[in-house]
């Protein structure tokens, strides 16, 4: 099992940044996933997550509005897409899916003027 995230990096106070997680080695399509992050200093904490084929999603409250996750099954890949952001928002941000226990690397979202 393998989970990569990517697109992360610097982004000024309302900016905007897409993430992606390429999973592999597992049937991707039958798994609920999810997008976590954590802060410095901070425990991590889930930030979003979406069904198996897309069709409901959940936001904490403190991305509602801004983010948007997404998944192509196709493509065994799961996005989020960054809007409006904030710099509360810089984190190491990983994805996971329901059921298993493992973690990517993350990649690091640092949001800063």
């Known amino acids: 099992v393998q989970l990569v995230e990517s697109g992360g990096g610097l982004v000024q106070p309302g900016g905007s940044l897409r993430l992606s997680c390429a999973a592999s080695?597992?049937?991707?399509?039958?798994?609920?996933m999810r997008w976590y992050r954590q802060a410095p200093g901070k425990e991590r904490e889930l930030v979003a997550g979406i069904s198996t084929d897309g069709g409901s999603t959940y936001y904490a409250d403190s991305v509602k509005g801004r983010f948007t996750i997404s998944r192509d099954n196709a493509k065994n890949t799961v996005y989020l897409q960054m809007n409006s952001l904030k710099p509360e928002d810089t984190a190491v941000y990983y994805c996971?899916?329901?059921?298993?226990?493992?973690w990517g690397k993350g990649t690091l979202v640092t949001v800063s003027s």
């Open positions: 080695g597992f049937r991707f399509s039958i798994y609920y």
């Open positions: 996971k899916m329901i059921g298993m226990n493992y």
